[in-house]
């Protein structure tokens, strides 16, 4: 990577199923570089009270519904790196995702770094979602049974710049993508 390469922007995507420590890595990377943090959740939760919204969506399909997110999450990640600000996603990306916002750094000279958060216990994922609670305001707490049928779908992805787990720390994790960062 040339100087140029580390003074540009860059395009962070924290991706994973729920529980796998996503949000946090996420959270904990914004906080340790004073970056914005978009998340797909809260973002969501905004539209809740919105009831024509809801209609609309509730009209949608699943793919659609995501897709809706998306394209708002990457709108404002859009706007970020215009400003030449660095920015963090949170969301349950597929490969179209990932894809994406891989698109939106190439054209604006940011780099990207995708990072996916697992959890190949599944005892330990199950606990932590029947353990937490998230206060996102207008948005639902997850149960197992819904993390368990998304389990079932999940396809993994092809394009991702580093893997972290449940063997090691929050902290590690996004240590880890700092460094990786800093290169």
Do not use: N
Not at 42 to 53: D, R
Not at 55 to 63: I, L, Q, V
Not at 93 to 114: F, I, T
Request: proline share 3%; with cysteine; charged share 25%.
């Amino acid at each position: 990577m040339t100087d140029a390469d580390a003074e540009a922007p860059a395009l962070v995507l924290v991706t994973g199923l729920q529980g796998t420590g996503k949000s946090a890595v996420a959270g904990g990377i914004a906080r340790e570089l004073h970056l914005p943090l978009l998340a797909w959740d809260w973002l969501m939760a905004g539209l809740t009270s919105f009831e024509p919204v809801q209609d609309a969506f509730r009209a949608m399909g699943r793919e659609e519904y995501r897709r809706a997110g998306w394209v708002q999450l990457l709108q404002l990640a859009r706007l970020q790196l215009m400003h030449g600000t660095s920015v963090v996603i949170d969301g349950l990306a597929r490969a179209g995702e990932v894809e994406g916002v891989r698109a939106l750094a190439d054209e604006l000279g940011a780099r990207s770094l995708v990072v996916l958060t697992s959890c190949t216990d599944v005892d330990v994922q199950r606990a932590r979602i029947e353990g937490r609670r998230r206060d996102i305001p207008g948005w639902y707490e997850l149960t197992w049974e819904h993390v368990a049928q998304t389990r079932t779908r999940w396809i993994g992805l092809p394009d991702v710049d580093l893997e972290v787990d449940e063997r090691g720390s929050i902290a590690e994790h996004i240590a880890a993508v700092v460094a990786r960062l800093a290169r």
